[in-house]
């Protein structure tokens, strides 16, 4: 069973999406792939993974950085599990590259080259934006390509964190 809640942030309302494990979506309204993967009968529900989302979203939206991570459970093939590990590991505040993200997928299976295309791929497949933060990469001449919730909440949210595609900001 899936369990929903809704929370309103300053630049948009957001669906959040859980199960027994952990958190498994959290989208912008309307954004591209909007609730992709959320079975068609879900609950409304109080749940202490949505109260810690909430508690982590709030920290961040007031200009801070998180802590701590409410539970995760991503939902996807492994090579898009592989790619929103490297997101989470990209530190609040700075930023990287489809290319970069390629090339440590590329070393971690002894590949000689990976596809910064199927990266970003998976990128823009990712189901829980913010958190798992795919508005931290940036195009290889450090452009501001597409974010499934907008390229203004992607400014937004690189402003926030006061990071964004100046050179020496990345990883």
Same mark, same amino acid.
């Given at each position: 069973?899936?369990? #929903?809640?809704?929370?309103?942030?300053? #630049?948009?309302?957001?669906? &959040?999406?859980? $199960? $027994? %494990?952990?958190?498994?979506?959290?989208?912008?309204?309307?954004?591209?792939?909007?609730?992709? !993967?959320?079975?068609?009968?879900?609950?409304?529900?109080?749940?202490?993974?949505?109260?810690?989302?909430?508690?982590?979203?709030?920290?961040?939206?007031?200009?801070?950085?998180?802590?701590?991570?409410?539970?995760?459970?991503?939902?996807?093939?492994?090579?898009?599990?592989?790619?929103?590990? #490297?997101?989470? %590991?990209?530190?609040?505040?700075?930023?990287?590259?489809?290319?970069?993200?390629?090339?440590?997928? %590329?070393?971690?299976?002894?590949?000689?080259?990976?596809?910064?295309?199927?990266?970003?791929?998976? @990128?823009?497949?990712?189901?829980?934006?913010? #958190? @798992?933060?795919?508005?931290? @990469?940036?195009?290889?001449?450090?452009? &501001?390509? !597409?974010?499934?919730?907008?390229? $203004?909440?992607?400014?937004?949210?690189?402003?926030?964190?006061? %990071?964004?595609?100046?050179? !020496?900001?990345?990883?």
């Amino acid at each position: 069973m899936q369990y #929903i809640s809704h929370y309103t942030s300053p #630049i948009g309302d957001i669906l &959040l999406a859980a $199960d $027994d %494990a952990g958190l498994t979506g959290l989208w912008f309204q309307g954004q591209k792939y909007f609730a992709r !993967g959320l079975e068609k009968e879900q609950e409304e529900r109080n749940l202490p993974v949505f109260d810690q989302t909430k508690a982590w979203l709030d920290l961040y939206f007031s200009g801070k950085e998180p802590d701590f991570l409410p539970p995760l459970h991503l939902i996807g093939t492994d090579f898009q599990k592989q790619v929103w590990e #490297i997101l989470l %590991a990209i530190p609040y505040g700075k930023t990287t590259t489809y290319g970069k993200i390629a090339g440590q997928i %590329a070393q971690r299976r002894g590949l000689a080259h990976m596809s910064a295309q199927a990266v970003g791929s998976a @990128v823009g497949h990712n189901p829980i934006s913010i #958190i @798992v933060p795919c508005h931290r @990469v940036l195009g290889t001449d450090g452009s &501001l390509t !597409g974010y499934a919730g907008g390229v $203004d909440k992607k400014i937004h949210l690189l402003s926030l964190e006061k %990071a964004g595609n100046r050179p !020496g900001s990345q990883t």
